[in-house]
């Protein structure tokens, strides 16, 4: 008798804890499907720039993150970030900041200076081990140029369209990591056919099953080879090349990858200035003699 009891309690706990771990799984799937949900559904593109993105998840949730859109006056923000740490508590932080980012980008002319805004917040209102890398740029079509802060992040790729390899390096330290550093903003002039390739540790880190690294030296490689590919091309062969390299191998983080490739300025330009002159004026007030009529257009 007691054997059987002893034996009914054990299938019980042992119930319990597939119960429970049930449950786990569907609150991180729920998780995962949430941090899909906050990436762009679909690559932007436009007269000068077209950009499109991929994360490539891990089994654990991890803080990965990434982002583009139009700002008023067509510029484009485009920024990816990576939070110390892995499972839910990086995923969270990760929600919050895209969030913070999506709302704040277009009220903040000075990167520098919301770097630095970002760095105290994210100091003040998380564990000392908390911190996160982040690239964010600015693309300005009137000027051709992209203004960004590289805040300890992986130095992006920059393919020039006639073959040459540039590094954006870090312009400050990770957001959060011993606050107080400052930032700077940095610009960089870009030609049509540039092509400008944002990653994060995931994909460089990532190892085969002898142990072996992906490396950045594998990704100039390919980046080199890239030719005129569009973004959507330049993302296939790089993914495909992570996937082969892994192999077998569970990834231990997820791995990001954004590409900026650059259109036509004059053309962006041209289209911008037919807008511009196309808009209705409102004269809001009444017009002098043979002028027009209150609350006429011109």
């Keep these: ?19 429970e771990q049930e449950r786990l799984r569907k609150e991180l799937e729920l998780c995962r499907r949430i941090q899909t949900e906050l990436l762009p559904k679909k690559p932007l593109s436009y007269p000068f720039a077209e950009v499109q993105g991929v994360s490539i998840p891990a089994h654990e949730l991890g803080g990965d993150f990434f982002n583009y859109f139009v700002l008023p006056g067509d510029e484009v923000a485009l920024f990816m970030g990576d939070v110390s740490g892995k499972g839910v508590p990086a ?8 969030a913070t980012l999506r709302a704040r980008i277009p009220l903040e002319p000075d990167l520098a200076a919301f770097a630095e805004q970002l760095d105290r917040e994210v100091e003040g209102s998380t564990p000392a081990e908390v911190y996160l890398t982040l690239f964010l740029g600015i693309l300005d079509p009137r000027r051709g140029e992209l203004r960004y802060v590289n805040a300890g992040h992986e130095s992006p790729f920059l393919l020039r369209g006639d073959g040459r390899l540039e590094r954006l390096a870090a312009t400050g330290r990770p957001i959060g990591l011993m606050s107080g550093g400052g930032f700077i903003e940095r610009r960089v002039a870009l030609a049509a056919g540039d092509r400008l390739f944002l990653y994060t540790d995931g994909l460089v880190d990532a190892e085969n099953e002898s142990g072996d690294a992906f490396g950045p030296e594998r990704l100039e490689t390919l980046m080199a080879r890239g030719g005129a590919a569009d973004p959507a091309a330049l993302l296939e062969r790089i993914e495909r090349a992570y996937q082969d390299h892994r192999g077998g191998m569970d990834a231990a983080d997820d791995a990001t990858l954004l590409v900026l490739k650059v ?15 196309g808009r209705a004026v409102i004269i809001p007030g009444a017009a002098g003699p043979g002028g027009p009529e209150p609350g006429a257009t011109v």
């Design 1 to 19: 008798m007691l054997a059987f009891n002893r034996m009914a309690r054990d299938l019980a706990s042992n119930q319990e804890r597939l119960v």
């Design 91 to 98: 995923a969270l932080l990760m929600a919050n900041l895209q």
């Design 263 to 277: 259109g036509d300025w004059v053309a962006a330009r041209a289209d911008g200035a037919r807008k511009s002159a």
